[in-house]
């Protein structure tokens, strides 16, 4: 993960920690000077793409912890997610047509996702999802 990180958060893969984004995103807002709608699209890519790990990505319920870090570059903000759940590339996701997008892994959430961002990079290394997200806020 990179190291000079403004923020870095630590949670675990259970979907109670969601509830700790509306706090993450305040910080986010107040930091960086963020107006309502930006405020909002950060939470959104946040929420959908922590919720997709935490729900798909430890079948077998395994105890892990996601790590998640925020810096600036330029006038992006750039959101390093790291996790030890099944290998999972969202660049990869099928592009499936129709209301049954919600029920597949990969659906509207993670083209919303790539909508609302600049540019998005994934890798696997040591067993773990590396997803790196440029969020263009100014």
Do not use: W
């Amino acid at each position: 993960m990179t190291d000079n990180a403004i923020f870095t958060y630590l949670l675990k893969n259970r979907i109670n920690q969601l509830s700790n984004l509306e706090k993450i995103t305040a910080n986010l807002a107040d930091f960086f000077n963020l107006d309502e709608k930006k405020s909002y699209q950060v939470n959104l890519i946040l929420e959908e793409l922590l919720s997709n790990t935490i729900l798909y990505g430890y079948p077998n319920n395994s105890d892990d912890t996601i790590e998640m870090t925020i810096n600036q570059e330029n006038e992006f903000l750039v959101f390093e997610i790291s996790d030890g759940g099944i290998a999972f590339n969202p660049l990869e996701s099928e592009e499936k047509e129709g209301i049954q997008d919600e029920l597949i892994v990969g659906g509207l959430g993670i083209k919303l996702v790539k909508k609302l961002c600049h540019k998005i990079d994934y890798q696997r290394v040591n067993h773990r999802n590396h997803l790196k997200i440029h969020y263009q806020y100014a």
